[in-house]
């Protein structure tokens, strides 16, 4: 059985490296912060103090890190999974980063005889801790062909996209899709209350129909009962927009739509709702029309 390193224990990666540990992988955990590997430790894993610790003792290296130079410095930076590495290790990345670093880490750790594999994943909190995540594959068919019994303890739908990079375009993708809907279901949500129709009701009207959709089916509840707590951080929305909008640029590809999404979850953070699920960009249409969910009299 492989020997795994996970690194970055954060709200998806703790629960993905927990449900490695129930599949029977031996795992080796690093963090920025203790606590989380004190708890895994607690349930099995070994900790290591450094990437380039993890790195050398494993067979397969998985990092899940906030955005692009927290994987650079993780892979590449002093006491990083390249100085710790060896020949036939393989780093999986299940972080969402710019398509253009993740092909040139993977060039780099090539020269050290490392295969990678760009595997974001989606499905949130919820995804991450019942192992059902969607994991989107971009790298070497052979790394993937090694890795893909970890991978199925971690999600249910496993697609191999393409070359290094192509993983992160399909995150990218999912990523504009994703805003798209949470735009959307916010402002059926205020279209509604400011109608003088019960948005409860509404949605019940409309999820059944062509409007249905994973958001419609999962977020509204949480927020009619004004939970707003993350399950997918609004600033890593905002940081995965500000991804795709750099990468349009990049080829020359008009995104009006996820242009104005970029905007709102901007908008969010400059007004503090940065650390709120990133449905509660619903928060910034509230303020915009003057309503809430919970105003009375409409």
């Not at 059985?1 to 690194?7: K, S």
């Not at 607690?42 to 050398?56: K, L, Y």
């Not at 009619?224 to 640029?249: C, H, V, Y």
């Amino acid at each position: 059985m492989l020997t795994i390193g996970y690194i970055g224990l954060g709200l998806m990666g703790r629960s993905i490296a927990r449900n490695l540990l129930k599949a029977g992988f031996p795992l080796v955990v690093h963090n920025r912060s203790q606590a989380a590997v004190d708890e895994l430790t607690a349930e099995g894993a070994r900790p290591a103090a450094s990437p380039a610790e993890v790195a050398s003792q494993v067979d397969v290296v998985f990092t899940n890190l906030p955005d692009s130079p927290d994987v650079e410095k993780v892979v590449l930076g002093e006491h990083g999974i390249l100085s710790g590495a060896h020949p036939g290790l393989i780093w999986v990345d299940n972080s969402s980063i710019k398509p253009a670093v993740a092909r040139s880490l993977a060039a780099r750790l090539a020269e050290a005889g490392v295969l990678s594999l760009d595997a974001p994943v989606s499905g949130g909190d919820v995804g991450a801790r019942n192992g059902t995540l969607a994991i989107m594959i971009g790298g070497p068919a052979e790394a993937l062909e090694k890795v893909y019994p970890a991978l199925q303890a971690m999600g249910k739908t496993i697609t191999h996209v393409g070359a290094a990079g192509a993983g992160q375009v399909a995150k990218a993708a999912n990523q504009i899709m994703v805003a798209a809907q949470m735009v959307a279901m916010g402002e059926l949500l205020i279209f509604s209350q400011k109608a003088g129709v019960d948005p409860q009701k509404v949605v019940e009207a409309i999820k059944g129909g062509a409007a249905q959709c994973w958001t419609l089916d999962v977020k509204p509840p949480r927020l009619f009962a004004g939970n707003r707590a993350p399950g997918f951080k609004a600033s890593l929305q905002s940081k995965d927009l500000n991804i795709i909008m750099e990468t349009a640029r990049e080829y020359g590809i008009p995104l009006p739509s996820a242009a104005v999404d970029a905007q709102l979850y901007q908008a969010m953070l400059q007004n503090g709702m940065g650390g709120l699920d990133n449905s509660a960009v619903l928060g910034v249409l509230e303020e915009l029309a003057g309503v809430t969910l919970d105003t009375p009299g409409l």
